[in-house]
Every structure is written in C-alpha cells, then in structure tokens.
C-alpha cells in the first residue's frame, strides 16, 4: 500500500492506546505532541510519560510541524515493505520544539541538504492512522 500524499509505502502503524490523541489529530493532518509539565522536555516518540524525568504529568500541544533536516541519506537498496520504493529518503528531522524525528522526505530529492526547512505532513494509510512525513518548503 502507498501514501497517498508522498507515493511512499505506507504501512499500518502501530498506535498505542496512550498516544491516543497523536494518533486521533493525525487522522485530521494535525501534529500534536506530549510535553512534560514538570520539566517542559518534548516528547518524542509520543507516549504518556516523560522519558527525561519520569513525570506523567504531560500536556498535548498542537505543534507547528516547521523542522529542518538534521541528518538523511538516500536509500538505493533496501528489503520488505520499502523495497519498490528505492530510492526514497530517510531523515531525521530536528522539529523547532526540539524532537528529532526519524522519517522521510518526500518529493525531489535533488539540492537535498543538512539544515534545509521542511513542514510536516500525514500520508494517510488505507487500513487506518497516518504516517508523519515532510517535504521541502
Ligand atoms: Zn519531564
């Protein structure tokens, strides 16, 4: 199965019953991430408790979805799921609230580069959830 929005494949994800409301504003296209109200880390990935502090006192905010690119590389060769969709690329993204996310950038891949901005976006998945995902802006 592909992503409708980036041609990218788009297997189910697992969704947790704690990140519920990640996964409930992905299914709109909105990002929203858990924040530790103790000591104010962003959380990432999304779950219900603060993995800097130990707190589970965390709030869900609607983030931006603005990063840049911290680090990628193309993948040309590769087994399972991703295999008819080299080469694509895999990144991490540093997002503007602090998480590096490890992801990819769809669209061209010419010109890529460390440091460009990206915006995220939610490639639908036809069996159900969203994958996150950014594109050059
Ligand atoms: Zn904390």
Known sequence: MTGPASGLPAP????SPEAEPYWA??????LVLPRCRRCD?????PRAFCPRCGSVEVEWFQASGAGHIYSYTVVRQTQGTYAGA???VL?????EKGPRVLTN????????AVGQPV??????VPTGGAILRFRRV
């Open 12 to 15: 189910e994800p697992e969704m």
């Open 25 to 30: 504003a992905a299914a709109e296209g909105r």
């Open 41 to 45: 880390h962003v959380i990432w990935y």
């Open 86 to 88: 080299v080469p694509y």
């Open 91 to 95: 990144a991490y993204v540093e997002l």
């Open 105 to 112: 950038i769809a669209g061209e891949m010419d010109g890529l």
């Open 119 to 124: 915006q995220a976006f939610f490639d639908p």
